[in-house]
C-alpha cells in the first residue's frame, strides 16, 4: 500500500490570521473553522493539488513551545512550487513574511530554492524548476 500524505498541521496562536495569510500567500482554500471539544480552534485549508493545511489553536490546558522558523530538528519546514521564485519572494514578503536564506540554484538537482518565515514564525521552502 503505498503512504499518502494526508495533511500537514500548523499550530498558531491566532488560526483565523494564520490561514487568512494561506489564503492570500498561497490560494488555499478554507473548507472548515470549528471549536472542537478538546478546545482549540481547527480551520482545515486545501492547496491546489489537494493537501490538507490544518492549522490550529492550543488545546485546552495544553502548553506549546515556541515556534521555529530557523533550521531545526524535527519537522523543518515544507514546500511550495514556484514558477518565479524571485517574484514570489517579493509579493510573501510584502504580505508580511521574511526571507530567511536563498534564492539559491543547486545544478545538480536543477532548481531554484529560498526559504522564508511566514508570520507565526513558520518555515517555508518555495522551489522553482530550471529544467
Known amino acids: 500500500m503505498p503512504y499518502i500524505v494526508n495533511h500537514i498541521h500548523i499550530k498558531s496562536k491566532d488560526p483565523e490570521k494564520t490561514a487568512k495569510w494561506f489564503v492570500d500567500a498561497f490560494n488555499v482554500k478554507i473548507v472548515s473553522d ?5 478546545g482549540d480552534r481547527f480551520i482545515t485549508t486545501t492547496a ?5 493545511i490544518n492549522i490550529s489553536s492550543e488545546r485546552t490546558n495544553e502548553i506549546l513551545g515556541p515556534a521555529d522558523s530557523n533550521a531545526h530538528y524535527g519537522l523543518e519546514h515544507f514546500g511550495f ?6 517574484a514570489d519572494i517579493k509579493r510573501l514578503v510584502e504580505l508580511g513574511a521574511e526571507l ?3 534564492p539559491k ?3 545538480e538537482v536543477k532548481n531554484i530554492i529560498a526559504f ?3 508570520p507565526g514564525d513558520i518555515r517555508i521552502e518555495l522551489i522553482q524548476s530550471t529544467a
Open 34 to 38: 470549528t471549536v472542537r471539544p478538546v
Open 48 to 52: 491546489e493539488g489537494g493537501m490538507k
Open 105 to 107: 540554484e543547486n545544478p
Open 100 to 102: 530567511k536564506e536563498g
Open 116 to 118: 522564508i518565515s511566514a
Open 81 to 86: 512550487d514556484s514558477n518565479d521564485i524571485n
